[in-house]
């Protein structure tokens, strides 16, 4: 979502007339999209913007802005660590960055500029609907395209409502319209985006013959004739209803991928996370997807080391984690962020063995995506060609529905397009193959 967030930006300011550069050190201006769900990356983004005064304090017409999470979450108190930066802007604000980076541009022709940063991070009614933007003249053959912004959950361990505010969807014609334009100028695959995507339109729009306004706009997307995929991130277990499940059936532009964030697998620790679901029906839910789809590809987010974490707890999640051997997972160990239920709570797991818990589970992941990977050897494969690899000369790189990187010798032409692979080779991460 950041990423998207930061192409929508970057769209507004080059049809302003600002210009992209490669290099850092080239830039007149630089913008920082932060993130806080971690420690770790606030701290990754206040010691780049540390970093990048040091230009400033060389030349004062340099301008640095910091977007985003981090900036919603901390407020005007990030100037107190960094007070060199120009412009802070919240998480729903990012369409006023051209008019304020003018203003600031404007500002530093005058013989003495006004030392003072903009700040804004107010709410906007409607700032679901700015993050529309696309850089037309970047082929991309998949794109993320945002559909709602906020959240409305309230897991004890999360900082996303309050730097992203409250659920809010855009209509389904406009995320139609701009995907129309996406596949005009090349766009095959979109991956829609959203805190918990599977919310979309809940409070907005009306259920339509049983069927939930995510599935309704899955359904209107499908329409499409040269789209040729389909994806999204992030769900939550809650909305997986029958009618989601069962358009995997229906619709075949819909991947065979589905990323599906448990957190734990110990009923105890989900009920603290105030995660509403059991370790049983999460179970259930695979058991379902898979029988709609029997080579149903999954990926997952875990937390470990939550506060309270015994060791007959990870030990479900171990179980849980062994029952369904997911193709992909991001684990994490658990980190307080200030302004959540879960900082205040006494019993803190050492680090010790949060990153004891954190390497099992990484090490059960390589098992589990090396089988998967290997599995594939001698089947053919259906790839979205997205383009060159990043290593070997005359090599390409595409995916399959089930999200599997394939690297195959290729060329410009058949990028994307569908093609079939034969896979010959696997490693953890990936395949190769040759196309037939």
Do not use: W
């Amino acid at each position: 979502m950041n990423e998207r967030d930061s192409d929508a930006v970057a769209s507004m300011l080059v049809n302003r007339g600002y210009s992209m550069v490669k290099d850092e050190d080239d830039a007149d201006i630089v913008l920082l999209n932060t993130c806080s769900v971690r420690e770790q990356a606030e701290q990754k983004a206040i010691g780049k913007a540390g970093y990048l005064k040091r230009r400033k304090r060389k030349n004062q017409n340099f301008i640095i802005g910091v977007m985003g999470c981090m900036v919603q979450n901390r407020g005007e108190k990030l100037l107190d660590q960094l007070p060199d930066v120009d412009l802070l802007i919240g998480t729903q604000k990012f369409h006023h960055v051209p008019d304020y980076l003018d203003s600031l541009v404007a500002d530093r022709k005058n013989e003495t500029p006004t030392p003072s940063a903009i700040i804004d991070l107010g709410e906007e009614e409607g700032s679901q609907n700015t993050i529309v933007g696309h850089d037309y003249d970047i082929k991309k053959v998949t794109s993320f395209v945002s559909i709602m912004q906020g959240c409305n959950m309230s897991c004890s361990f999360c900082i996303v409502p309050k730097t992203r505010g409250e659920e809010r969807a855009r209509p389904i014609q406009s995320i139609v319209d701009e995907v129309k334009g996406l596949v005009e100028k090349g766009t095959r695959e979109v991956t829609l985006l959203g805190q918990i995507v599977t919310s979309y339109g809940r409070r907005e729009i009306a259920f339509k013959e049983s069927k939930s306004p995510f599935v309704q706009l899955l359904e209107e997307l499908s329409e499409i004739e040269d789209l040729k995929r389909i994806r999204f991130t992030s769900p939550h277990p809650r909305g997986f209803k029958d009618d989601l499940v069962q358009a995997y059936k229906r619709l075949p532009k819909l991947c065979q991928y589905v990323h599906l964030p448990v957190q734990s697998g110990s009923n105890d620790i989900l009920k603290a996370m105030n995660r509403p679901y059991t370790r049983e029906r999460y179970m259930q839910l695979i058991d379902e997807l898979k029988e709609v789809v029997p080579n149903m590809h999954f990926s997952t987010d875990i937390i470990v080391g939550y506060p309270g974490e015994t060791d007959e707890d990870f030990a479900l999640t171990k179980k849980l984690f062994d029952y369904v051997k997911f193709d992909m997972a991001f684990i994490f160990k658990y980190s307080q962020r200030e302004g959540t239920p879960a900082a205040d709570i006494e019993d803190q797991i050492p680090k010790k063995i949060k990153e004891a818990r954190n390497q099992e589970l990484l090490a059960a992941l390589t098992s589990y995506s090396n089988a998967r990977n290997a599995s594939l050897i001698g089947t053919t494969e259906e790839i979205l060609v997205e383009g060159p690899a990043k290593k070997g000369e005359g090599m390409y790189v595409g995916r399959t529905k089930g999200y599997r990187k394939v690297v195959f010798p290729g060329n410009e032409r058949l990028v994307g397009e569908l093609i079939n692979v034969k896979i010959g080779s696997s490693t953890v991460t990936s395949v190769s193959g040759t196309v037939v």
